[in-house]
């Protein structure tokens, strides 16, 4: 990272650091296709989807993860 960019940085109270990182993460997901899937996120996804497969009776809606976590 550049010197003086850091050091502009560093210079910021919270809040506004706040706003640095989210203008950095909404300028990140809106090219998700960019962003590169770690191989051992995909090793789990791959193994939810095989337990579910197995057994579509244990897999819950989305409307009942929802309702239970949010």
Do not use: C, T
């Not at 640095?20 to 996120?41: F, G």
């Amino acid at each position: 990272m550049d010197e003086a960019l850091a050091k502009q940085l560093s210079e910021l109270n919270k809040s506004e650091k706040l706003l640095v990182v989210e203008a950095l993460w909404d300028s990140i997901a809106s090219e998700p296709n960019d962003v590169p899937l770690p191989d051992h996120h995909k090793s789990i996804l791959e193994e939810r989807l095989k337990s579910f497969q197995e057994d579509k009776k244990r897999g819950k809606s989305w409307d009942e993860i929802r309702d239970q976590y949010l």
